[in-house]
C-alpha cells in the first residue's frame, strides 16, 4: 500500500518511522511519502492560508497550494487515483470497519489541514475525480489533522498482511466485524501469578479454553455494559447466545 500524505509539518510524522509501522515501511508492506504544502506556495512567504470569506475567527487554507499539491501527487500514480482521506471534527466517524476498507485501497491520500480547515472547494474538486472522505477520529477537536492521520495509519497500517505477527490476529479485535464485534476487550494478565496481593483469575490458569472462552466473554460484556453501554444496543442478537450474561 502507497500513502502519500500532504502537511506543512512533515515532521509531525517522524512516528511512521518506529515500531509497527516503521517495520512495515522496512519490509516494503507500506511506501509513505511525506509532502511540504508549502512547497506549493509560490509567494515570497510560502502563504497557505487568508482570511474566511463570510467573516469570522481564525484562518482558512487556501485552495491554490492544496490543488497543485494534490495534482502533483496524484500525477505520480499509474493506475487509478488515490483514495483522499480528509481529517476533521465534521466528518464520519473512523470506525475499525471504515479501517479495514481502507486496508484493502491499493493508494491513499491524506490531507491534514491546520488553522480551520481547507476551502472547502478543494473537497468538490477532488471529489469528481476520486473518492474523497471528510473523517473525524472522534468527538473533540485539535489543532490540525496530522495526530488524526497518525491514529488512521496506525489503524490501517496494523490490518495489512504480514504486518501483525502470526501470533497476534486483528480478527479478534474489539470492534472487528463478528462474534465480538461491538464488544470491548476484557481484561488481561501475565505472570507473575501474584503481584502485590493480587492473584490472577482462576478460569485462566485452568488450562480449560472453554471456560476461559466464555470467561473472557463475560469480561467483555461486562466491561462494554459498564464503558459503552450503547454498544451493547447495537450488538447482534444473533451474536448472543443463551449462556450469554443477562445483563
Ligand atoms: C474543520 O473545523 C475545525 C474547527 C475548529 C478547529 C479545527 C482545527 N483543525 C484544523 C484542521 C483539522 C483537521 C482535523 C481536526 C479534527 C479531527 C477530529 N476528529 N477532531 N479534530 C481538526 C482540525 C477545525
Given at each position: 500500500?502507497?500513502?502519500?500524505?500532504?502537511?506543512?509539518?512533515?515532521?509531525?510524522?517522524?512516528?511512521?518511522?518506529?515500531?509497527?509501522?516503521?517495520?512495515?515501511?522496512?519490509?516494503?508492506?507500506?511506501?509513505?511519502?511525506?509532502?511540504?504544502?508549502?512547497?506549493?506556495?509560490?509567494?515570497?512567504?510560502?502563504?497557505?492560508?487568508?482570511?474566511?470569506?463570510?467573516?469570522?475567527?481564525?484562518?482558512?487554507?487556501?485552495?491554490?497550494?492544496?490543488?497543485?499539491?494534490?495534482?502533483?501527487?496524484?500525477?505520480?500514480?499509474?493506475?487509478?487515483?488515490?483514495?483522499?482521506?480528509?481529517?476533521?471534527?465534521?466528518?464520519?466517524?473512523?470506525?475499525?470497519?471504515?479501517?479495514?476498507?481502507?486496508?484493502?485501497?491499493?493508494?491513499?491520500?491524506?490531507?491534514?489541514?491546520?488553522?480551520?480547515?481547507?476551502?472547502?472547494?478543494?473537497?468538490?474538486?477532488?471529489?469528481?475525480?476520486?473518492?474523497?472522505?471528510?473523517?473525524?477520529?472522534?468527538?473533540?477537536?485539535?489543532?490540525?489533522?496530522?495526530?488524526?492521520?497518525?491514529?488512521?495509519?496506525?489503524?490501517?497500517?496494523?490490518?495489512?498482511?504480514?504486518?501483525?505477527?502470526?501470533?497476534?490476529?486483528?480478527?479478534?479485535?474489539?470492534?472487528?466485524?463478528?462474534a465480538?464485534?461491538?464488544l470491548?476487550?476484557?481484561?488481561?494478565?501475565?505472570?507473575?501469578?501474584?503481584?502485590?496481593?493480587?492473584?490472577?483469575?482462576?478460569?485462566?490458569?485452568?488450562?480449560?479454553?472453554g471456560r476461559?472462552a466464555r470467561w473472557?466473554r463475560d469480561?467483555a460484556l461486562r466491561?462494554?455494559?459498564?464503558?459503552?453501554?450503547?454498544?451493547l444496543?447495537?450488538l447482534d442478537p444473533r451474536g448472543l447466545d443463551k449462556h450469554d450474561l443477562k445483563l
Amino acid at each position: 500500500m502507497r500513502v502519500d500524505i500532504i502537511s506543512i509539518f512533515p515532521e509531525y510524522f517522524a512516528p511512521l518511522g518506529v515500531s509497527l509501522i516503521g517495520k512495515a515501511r522496512e519490509r516494503g508492506i507500506l511506501d509513505v511519502r511525506l509532502h511540504q504544502l508549502r512547497d506549493w506556495a509560490h509567494d515570497v512567504h510560502r502563504t497557505v492560508d487568508d482570511t474566511p470569506y463570510g467573516g469570522g475567527p481564525g484562518m482558512v487554507m487556501k485552495p491554490d497550494p492544496w490543488g497543485e499539491a494534490i495534482d502533483a501527487v496524484l500525477a505520480t500514480g499509474q493506475d487509478a487515483p488515490a483514495r483522499i482521506i480528509v481529517p476533521t471534527p465534521s466528518g464520519v466517524p473512523f470506525t475499525q470497519r471504515l479501517a479495514m476498507e481502507y486496508a484493502a485501497e491499493p493508494w491513499l491520500l491524506f490531507t491534514p489541514a491546520r488553522y480551520e480547515g481547507i476551502d472547502s472547494r478543494v473537497m468538490a474538486e477532488y471529489g469528481t475525480r476520486t473518492r474523497v472522505d471528510e473523517v473525524s477520529v472522534g468527538d473533540y477537536v485539535l489543532a490540525g489533522g496530522e495526530a488524526a492521520v497518525l491514529v488512521m495509519i496506525e489503524a490501517v497500517g496494523r490490518l495489512l498482511p504480514g504486518v501483525l505477527g502470526n501470533a497476534c490476529s486483528a480478527v479478534d479485535d474489539s470492534f472487528a466485524p463478528g462474534a465480538m464485534e461491538n464488544l470491548l476487550e476484557g481484561p488481561v494478565y501475565t505472570k507473575p501469578p501474584e503481584w502485590r496481593g493480587h492473584g490472577v483469575p482462576e478460569v485462566l490458569l485452568s488450562g480449560h479454553h472453554g471456560r476461559i472462552a466464555r470467561w473472557r466473554r463475560d469480561e467483555a460484556l461486562r466491561r462494554t455494559a459498564r464503558n459503552r453501554p450503547e454498544l451493547l444496543a447495537a450488538l447482534d442478537p444473533r451474536g448472543l447466545d443463551k449462556h450469554d450474561l443477562k445483563l
